[in-house]
């Protein structure tokens, strides 16, 4: 995996931080090829959900470079990362609970003409027909898994290029954690390529073409998700009994 001509996005040399004087993130290096699904693993605090919001504009960047398919993108704010094809689901609350699943979708398009909405929200309903099936529910009614089903669907809304997932399976059965997997590489088969942070380290590397280890802000490992899973420091490190499902 050395060729990485293909470029969707890149991270280089990023010094990154919340509080003026204080980075977490301390030169952190990732490149997400074209149609690749490439994994975030790391213990906690170590900068993963930094990473990502860094990427995408919500946490300030001091020294190093974002880039879209080439072109710089640092710094630039959320909103805009989105008109340019960078799709984002953050741990936490990514639906809104009232609103209704249509809704839901209709909020993800918002930058969009109405005109081009309801023809979106047939294309994400192909892709997950449960959300059809339950257009008119509150998403607050939802199981958890989909409820990250929505909380993908809302991000594809926009038709990213690529799409950040944090942790879209913390808190859930394992189950359901399985479906939220299947789901994130049903949406990689359709193009998109994907970054995904995950606590559930095993299941993440099983799906991953390549990921990363990030510990203390700082890159640790890289590989194809195999190479790490067999890779006996990470195992010893980072993959340990606890993650093991
Ligand atoms: N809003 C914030 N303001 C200030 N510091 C923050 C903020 N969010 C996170 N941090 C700090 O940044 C560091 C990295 O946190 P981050 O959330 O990126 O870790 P993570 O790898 O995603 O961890 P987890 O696995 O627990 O989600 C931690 O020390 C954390 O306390
Ligand atoms: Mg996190």
Do not use: W
Request: contains cysteine; aromatic residues 4%.
């Amino acid at each position: 995996m050395s060729d990485h001509s293909n470029t969707v996005l890149t991270a280089e040399g990023l010094i990154a931080g919340y509080l003026p004087g204080v980075d977490i993130l301390h030169n952190c290096n990732f490149v997400l090829g074209d149609g690749e699904l490439v994994g975030i693993i790391g213990p906690n605090g170590a900068g993963k959900s930094t990473l990502l919001k860094a990427m995408f504009g919500l946490v300030p960047i001091r020294e190093g470079t974002v880039t879209l398919h080439g072109d710089p993108i640092t710094n630039l704010p959320a909103h805009q990362l989105v008109r340019k094809g960078v799709g984002f689901v953050p741990q936490t609350e990514n639906v809104f609970p009232s609103l209704t699943i249509v809704e839901n979708l209709q909020m993800g398009a918002y930058q969009l003409p109405k005109s081009e909405v309801a023809g979106r929200i047939d294309g994400i309903n192909e892709l997950f027909p449960r959300l059809g099936e339950r257009a008119k529910q509150r998403a607050g009614l939802l199981s958890g898994g989909e409820r990250q089903m929505l909380a993908m669907g809302r991000a594809l809304m926009m038709q990213p290029a690529v799409l950040l997932l944090d942790e879209p399976s913390a808190g859930l059965s394992p189950a359901y954690q399985g479906e939220v997997f299947e789901n994130v590489k049903a949406i990689n088969a359709t193009g998109v390529s994907i970054v995904i942070v995950e606590q559930n380290a095993h299941r993440a590397l099983q799906i991953s073409d390549r990921a990363y280890v990030l510990d203390q802000g700082k890159n640790a490992y890289e590989g194809t998700g195999r190479d790490l899973l067999n890779d006996p420091k990470v195992i010893e490190l980072y993959l340990g009994t606890l993650a093991r499902r």
